[in-house]
């Protein structure tokens, strides 16, 4: 069975900080997803990473894929209140008929 | 932008009760999604379609049914309503491809009592 491990589980900085989110995993993925999703409301797709290696960037959030494809991390730079969230990333796998492996969530609070 | 929809968005209802939780899309995907989640907790896959006539279960054991007569429309039904199917239901769909990336709709939060 597939799994993806994130950590941390919980994370509460103060505004302006940084902070890094893992994803990592014993698989090897085709693709990488992340997610941030607000209370009572659907998962909105950040960025998907597929070469080994790639880095992706969006204002201040850093997206690695590692070069084995086993993990990624997201890095958040001067983080905001506005960041505040559930970061989810999930998987991509061929073999397993195509469907996503999502790991378990990293609950982001940032304070002003 | 993801063109996916979800209604209701909140509904409360009463034990025994049977509900449809409707989803649609138009993106054109073949490949849809039903998940459970519990507030700020990790989402259970419950059901998936390849494409219309095509419907699989997830990982999580599920008492609800799906179907798929068109592309663009999953709905999920629960027959008889229970305190323990209270949670958020999220609907995603996806192309066939590389990525398999999912776009999520709204979600549905169910209140049994």
């Known amino acids: 069975t597939q799994l993806l491990e994130q950590s941390p589980q919980f994370l509460s900085i103060q505004e302006g900080e940084n902070l890094t989110v893992y994803c990592n995993s014993s698989s090897v993925f085709s693709s990488l997803q992340w997610y941030r999703q607000e209370p009572g409301e659907g998962p909105v797709l950040l960025v998907t990473?597929?070469?080994?290696?790639e880095v992706k960037k969006l204002k201040r959030l850093t997206f690695q894929f590692g070069d084995a494809r086993k993990d990624s991390s997201l890095h958040i730079t001067a983080a905001q209140p506005g960041d505040t969230g559930l970061y989810l990333c999930a998987g991509g796998d061929r073999g397993s008929q195509g469907n996503l492996i999502f790991g378990k969530g990293t609950k982001l609070s940032v304070k002003p | 932008e993801a063109d996916i929809y979800q209604t209701p968005r909140y509904l409360v209802i009463g034990t025994g009760k049977k509900i449809t939780l409707e989803c649609s899309q138009t993106?054109?995907?073949?490949?849809m999604y039903w998940y459970q989640q519990d507030p700020g907790m990790e989402l259970h896959l419950i059901h998936y379609?390849?494409?219309?006539?095509?419907?699989e279960k997830g990982d999580l054991s599920s008492e609800s049914t799906v179907s798929r007569i068109r592309t663009e429309h999953f709905p999920l039904t629960l027959e008889s309503a229970r305190p323990s199917h209270t949670s958020q239901y999220l609907c995603a769909s996806s192309e066939w491809g590389l990525t398999g990336t999912q776009y999520f709709g709204p979600g549905t939060r169910l209140l049994v009592l």
């Open positions: 993106m054109g995907h073949d490949k």
């Open positions: 379609s390849y494409g219309v006539n095509s419907t």
């Open positions: 990473v597929v070469t080994g290696g």
